[in-house]
């Protein structure tokens, strides 16, 4: 029986086809299921960043630092204390700039719908949202023991005139996030010291009222 | 007399050979003619005379918006939307319409929003290019506000686009091009046009037609097609909502609208005709003699409207068949003298002439009335309604007295009739009469002052409310700027014009941030002046300082801080872009050197708005508000027509003062009685006097005189009550069905018509004359 078997190695070969086959199909599928089980998941994310950004044509880095929220629900808090103070708040309905004290910039979404879209992306990036994000975006990429790299590339061609890609790696936690922009401005942000909760304090509560 | 009958027989074959190069013209020409028939809502719109290069604004907007058709599928998830949209999209695949944007290509169709327009065209002009914001933020900032300001999008971590730093430090012309995409809030996703509004996701689908919105057979094709997609929609997607906008849709509703009148209408008068006829005269010679005049009239009245209008409107052939039950009273009045008589025909006829004159000409001078005015609509009902009766009348005249039996039985009930007219109330001089008449005059004065007038120009219109709603909500969904109000500029130049367009906004702004409209759409806004442009370069000189520091900071190369000279965008070259929002909107050079363009508005809402607005005219700015302006010119119609009555009303008796003599009043007592009561009934039941309801006033008074005319020529004998008795009925079952028509304005017509026929056919025996007093 055993020889047999051995002896016919076409029937083998369709053996070992028919086991890979579900992998074959389903790996894609996998791959967010590894990353997802890898991520911490919870309602809220705070930390902090190291971002470098390349600007297309501009040979000097751009560095700066800062701390950054991210809450399920509530939506994203972006503070950046070096080289200047300026605080980014993207909600569900707009994106706020303000350096601290008077609004730099305010786009609203009543006005501009695309600013749902957009921070409907940031939210899943920064959160590790990545099934969300798979519904937007082509992927692919890979899980070694407990590292993992992911590569996102917009599906519509409309949304790719604004991002070229999206690169999320990490472990537990999210540890970089890579943005590049059609312009070819390639944003590198590196996370650290990220804890996490169930809920905001009151005083984050009031920060995205 | 045999001069005369020789000139009778010459234009008798005349009329005769007319009749039949005529029938043998609408025969062999049935297709060209019914393909020029159509139910086109504009037609019935009178041109603007005072506004020339309103005519092309006319066109251009009919032109583009005719062929359009936007469906638009929501549901509470965006992508069962987008699956609904999908599957929209397959099932009318085979269709010949043609899709724009949506997944046909977003990105170079402008329909799609300004945001996902070439930023690659403008490029080049990008120096030029600011918005309103910005530019108000230029005037005060400080070099060190202007550098933080490029140095924070520098370094934003989530600067999106396809415009890099270095070629727009400050987003100036990223938010200008943001500033064009709020033309249209669809934005592209998952390859759908989508937006969302109240909680539930829209996907809309925006089609061209191949071809003329009023085609019927293509709007049968669409209609058919649309319905059956919407029924599958309904089966796999019912949480889906389905909602079409388009002319080629109400043109459909209305083609069929009128088609279903037109046959009502018809058929119906048609019927009542033959059955009365039949029935009173009891001879089948009759009756052919009958449908010979009718069809003589019909024609007269088609081939005089084919030959005379490019297109004929569907609603004409509506109001044409309500003739039928005039333009038999002629037969009939000629029947009635037949009866019984047995005096040689053409000794008849010679005495009957000038009766017959006299009731050709009352209802033809009241269509008349309805030629004066400017609606191309009404203009082609009067011409139709005129050569209609004409050539049944021309028919009876010319053949009748070849082709009369000799004389017809009198049948029994024309003594019936005769007793009944005995026993009719008749004027007298009595004090009992005079206070029945205060009573009466109480009654209309009452009803009288409860009138009001409505001159609303949706009376034209029967638009199918359903299919109102949708367009309506389409409209809101898509923020689409109405047709309806707008400003018409004019310039010598188109630099100039473009000027004036940016002066005019400058002016909406503060409407738009009062939330009083919510936009509006020009030119320039695309296109900025070349003015515009060099203000925004020179306002940028300020920066060069902290174009210098960031240029330091940056470690950039030198020459990046220093001016260049980029071009300017011309309007050639602005022009030219697919763009279409930019393009419909700008007419271009109308005349030699003479520019002329329109600026629409969205979400205008309140009269006083308008009214607001209406002010912001200037040199060589004009504001438009067609509907108010139909309004008005139906307004000043209805009262053009209000004073044709009352002359008609002096007139008349002193026309007939000569054949009558002091006995013309019997004539028009009853018909003003008729008119007045018909008016005061109006009051009481809250209808509206409008300019066709008038007209009915006059048919009324026309056809009323007719009655007592035919009453007095043979001294209320009863065979002459008959004919009267039948030709109202007749007219009256015409115009009853006319009442039930959908269009507003000939229902109004219908039922004032049918009142005040009704009342001068029940009043005039009241004024006839006594045994005593005959003549």
């Known amino acids: ?209 | 007399m045999e001069s005369h009958v020789r000139r009778h027989r010459l234009l008798a074959c005349f009329w005769l050979l007319l009749l039949l190069l005529a029938a043998l013209f609408l025969f062999f020409e049935r297709a060209a003619w019914s393909a020029r028939v159509d139910a086109d809502l504009l037609a019935l719109l009178p041109e603007d005379e005072r506004h020339p290069a309103l005519k092309m604004a006319q066109k251009a907007i009919s032109a583009q918006g005719e062929r359009q058709l936007a469906l638009l599928v929501s549901a509470p998830d965006a992508s069962r939307a987008r699956q609904a949209a999908r599957m929209l999209r397959a099932s009318l695949a085979d269709s010949a319409l043609t899709e724009q944007g949506g997944a046909a290509g977003i990105a170079d169709d402008a329909a799609a929003g300004g945001a996902w327009l070439p930023a690659d065209f403008y490029f080049p002009y990008r120096q030029g290019l600011m918005s309103a914001a910005d530019r108000e933020w230029l005037l005060f900032a400080t070099p060190e506000e202007a550098r933080e300001r490029a140095l924070a999008l520098a370094y934003a971590p989530f600067a999106s686009g396809s415009v890099s730093w270095l070629d727009d430090p400050f987003g100036f012309f990223g938010n200008w091009l943001q500033s064009l995409a709020e033309a249209t809030p669809l934005r592209p996703s998952g390859g759908e046009l989508m937006l969302e509004r109240d909680g539930r996701f829209h996907a809309a689908l925006l089609y061209a037609l191949p071809g003329s919105a009023f085609d019927a057979q293509l709007q049968e094709a669409l209609m058919a097609r649309l319905d059956a997609a919407r029924q599958m929609l309904q089966q796999e997607f019912p949480e889906a909502r389905l909602l079409r906008a388009g002319v080629a849709l109400h043109a459909a509703a209305a083609t069929r609208q009128a088609r279903e009148e037109m046959r009502l209408i018809g058929m119906g008068s048609l019927l009542a005709c033959f059955l009365l006829v039949g029935l009173v005269f009891q001879s089948a010679r009759a009756l052919k003699l009958v449908l010979l005049s009718l069809v003589s009239g019909a024609l007269v009245a088609f081939l005089a409207v084919f030959s005379l209008f490019a297109r004929v409107h569907l609603l004409t052939l509506v109001f044409g068949a309500s003739l039928i039950g005039v333009a038999v009273d002629y037969a009939i009045l000629v029947f009635a003298q037949h009866l019984g008589n047995t005096e040689p025909v053409w000794e008849r006829f010679r005495r009957l002439l000038p009766t017959l004159c006299m009731v050709l000409l009352a209802p033809a001078l009241a269509y008349l009335a309805l030629a004066l005015t400017p609606f191309p609509g009404l203009k082609q009902m009067a011409i139709f309604a005129v050569c209609g009766i004409f050539g049944a009348w021309m028919s009876v005249v010319c053949f009748y007295p070849y082709l009369l039996p000799q004389t017809l039985p009198l049948p029994r009930n024309a003594h019936w009739m005769g007793r009944l007219l005995d026993h009719w109330p008749r004027w007298q001089n009595s004090g009992k009469a005079w206070g029945l008449m205060f009573v009466l005059a109480v009654f209309i004065l009452g009803g009288l002052l409860q009138l009001r007038a409505n001159d609303d120009i949706r009376s034209l219109f029967a638009g199918d409310p359903g299919l109102m709603a949708e367009q309506g909500e389409v409209l809101r969904v898509l923020q689409l700027p109405s047709p309806a109000q707008m400003f018409l500029l004019s310039a010598e130049s188109a630099e100039q014009l473009l000027q004036r367009e940016e002066n005019l906004i400058e002016q909406l702004r503060p409407l738009v941030a009062a939330g009083k409209i919510d936009g509006f759409e020009a030119t320039s806004r695309w296109l900025p002046s070349q003015a515009r442009q060099k203000e925004n370069r020179a306002g940028q000189e300020k920066l060069a300082a902290s174009r210098k520091a960031l240029a330091r900071e940056m470690e950039l190369a030198k020459d990046w801080a220093e001016k260049t000279d980029a071009p300017l965008l011309t309007p050639e070259a602005g022009l030219s872009l697919p763009m279409r929002q930019a393009a419909a909107l700008w007419l271009g050079e109308t005349h030699p050197g003479k520019y002329a363009s329109m600026v629409l508005l969205k979400g205008l809402r309140e009269k006083e708005t308008a009214a607001a607005l209406a002010q912001f005219t200037g040199e060589g700015i004009s504001w438009i508000d067609q509907t108010r302006d139909i309004s008005d010119l139906m307004q000043r119609y209805r009262r053009l027509l209000t004073q044709t009555l009352l002359a008609a009303c002096l007139l008349l008796p002193l026309l007939l003062y000569p054949f009558f003599r002091r006995e013309v009043w019997r004539l028009f007592a009853p018909v003003l009685l008729a008119g007045l009561t018909t008016l005061a009934v109006m009051g009481y039941l809250d209808v509206p006097v409008q300019m066709l309801s008038i007209l009915a006033l006059l048919l009324t008074l026309g056809m009323g005189v007719d009655y007592a005319i035919f009453l007095a020529a043979r001294q209320t004998h009863a065979h002459t009550l008959l004919a009267t008795t039948l030709a109202a009925t007749l007219t009256l079952a015409s115009f009853g069905l006319l009442a039930l028509s959908a269009t507003p304005a000939l229902r109004a017509l219908g039922l004032t018509a049918t009142l005040g026929v009704t009342l001068s056919w029940l009043l005039t025996p009241v004024f006839r004359r006594g045994a005593g007093n005959q003549r």
């Open chain 1, 1 to 209: 029986m055993k020889n047999s078997f051995i002896a016919v190695p076409g029937r083998r070969a369709v053996l070992l086809l028919l086991l890979a086959l579900p992998a074959l199909c389903c790996a894609a599928e996998n791959l967010l299921e590894e990353v997802r089980s890898r991520l911490t998941s919870s309602p809220v994310i705070r930390g902090e960043f190291q971002q470098t950004r390349k600007l297309a044509q501009i040979k000097k880095p751009l560095v700066s630092h800062g701390r950054f929220l991210v809450a399920r629900n509530y939506g994203v808090l972006w503070e950046n204390t070096r080289p200047f103070t300026q605080i980014t708040r993207l909600t569900h309905g707009e994106i706020l700039q303000t350096d601290g004290k008077k609004t730099l910039m305010k786009l609203d979404a009543s006005k501009e719908p695309v600013v749902k879209i957009v921070n409907g992306i940031l939210f899943s990036v920064l959160s590790g949202d990545v099934a969300a994000l798979a519904q937007t975006f082509d992927y692919h990429g890979k899980a070694e023991g407990k590292n993992w790299q992911l590569e996102f590339t917009p599906r519509d061609k409309n949304l790719a005139q604004m991002i070229r890609a999206l690169r999320l790696a990490g472990e537990r936690d999210i540890a970089s996030v890579e943005m590049e922009n059609a312009a070819g401005d390639v944003t590198r942000i590196e996370f650290r010291a990220q804890t996490y909760a169930r809920e905001l304090s009151a005083d984050e509560q009031k920060r995205f009222e």
